[in-house]
């Protein structure tokens, strides 16, 4: 029996299955959790099948948050998806279940759960999801809902299929989930729409960002800023990847003040890997895209160093 095949049997003899993802979601996040809780739903409707975590209103379109009782969890299956490390995963009652499965794309570093299947080379959680359908296909149904779920998944985590992480598969991952007819305009447009204030914000970051001269380039956004903007830390979503847009850039870092002073850190790479230097720092993530956390303002000096020397 595979690792598939073993999933697919602890999913059948549940009842209950609840389904985490980390805390502070992006697209493949929540389009993977609620993608596989719309599948498991449709293929065994006699299952109660619940999402867990903090709602999130900007991607409440892709499905809501359930509220679920302690009691719940007893005898039930949780699964952890898109989450590399445990102090991550939001709810912290995914340890109260009877038992633990971890599926996901990021590198393997905090294993957990009673099953695991990681797959690094995955584009994103949402690619997985949709194999694990495509194996099991005469079991599983796919609904459109799903499959625009999961479609949104791989667009945020691909940078819309620009990141190296796009492979032919995902091409194919993709194909499969155009054949259930949803609107993939309406996702792209929801997905790249901004509001006027982040637009705002991004003109700031284009005008402020520093750029050295081997590619290394950042920016701090003290709370003053975000202020000045009308934002908040989730509102920095819409701008991480702007730097990576001027040719000279080939890494960057995008500090952003939080409430109590300390700064948490958006990493991103056109190659170098910049991981290891997350992991030093609280954080951790993939080669190319990582985040991390600074104590104050002298954590900041020390990464933009390390930054600097990365070439
Ligand atoms: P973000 O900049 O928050 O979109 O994060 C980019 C990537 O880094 C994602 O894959 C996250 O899962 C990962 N990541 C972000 N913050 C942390 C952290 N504090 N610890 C571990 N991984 C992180």
């Known amino acids: 029996m595979d690792i598939l095949e073993e999933i697919l049997e602890q999913i059948k003899k549940y009842n209950r299955i609840i389904i985490h993802r980390h805390q502070r979601p992006d697209p493949d996040a929540i389009g993977s959790q ?6 498991l739903q449709a293929s065994f409707p006699h299952k109660q099948i619940k999402v867990v975590g903090k709602q999130i209103d900007g991607l409440s379109w892709l499905g ?17 998806i898109d989450t590399a490390n445990s102090p991550r995963i939001d709810d912290r009652r995914f340890e109260n279940g009877a038992f633990l499965i971890k599926i996901d794309h990021h590198p393997n570093d905090d294993q957990f759960g009673d099953l695991m299947w990681v797959k690094e080379e995955a584009s994103s959680s949402s690619e997985l999801v949709f194999d694990f359908f495509a194996r ?3 079991q599983l149904t796919l609904t459109k809902e799903a499959a625009r779920d999961l479609y949104a998944g791989i667009v945020g985590d691909t940078g819309r299929f620009m990141y190296p992480s796009t492979s032919a598969h995902t091409h194919n991952v993709v194909a499969g989930l155009m054949e259930t007819g949803f609107d993939m305009v309406e996702v792209n447009q929801t997905l790249d729409g901004i ?4 637009a705002h914000l991004s003109a700031y970051v284009y005008d402020n960002l520093k ?3 081997n590619g290394a380039a950042y920016i701090v956004l003290s709370k003053e800023v975000l202020e000045k903007f009308n934002l908040k830390d989730a509102g920095t979503a819409g701008i991480v990847s702007i730097p990576g847009r001027i040719l000279t850039v080939k890494w960057w870092a995008i500090f952003v003040e939080q409430d109590d002073h300390s700064y948490r ?25 990582s985040g991390a956390k600074a ?8 990464i933009i160093s390390e930054l600097d020397q990365l070439a």
């Not at 958006?266 to 993939?286: M, T």
């Open 34 to 39: 609620v993608g596989l809780a719309k599948i």
């Open 64 to 80: 809501n948050m359930d509220d679920v009782e302690g009691e719940f969890f007893d005898d039930a299956l949780v699964i952890v």
């Open 136 to 138: 099991f296909k005469d």
């Open 195 to 198: 509001p006027e204030s982040v």
């Open 211 to 213: 750029i050295n001269s």
């Open 265 to 289: 850190i958006r990493l991103r790479s056109k190659g170098p890997v910049i991981n290891e230097l997350a992991k030093k720092h609280d954080g951790g993530g993939h080669p190319l895209a």
């Open 295 to 302: 104590k104050n303002l002298e954590e900041v000096n020390q």
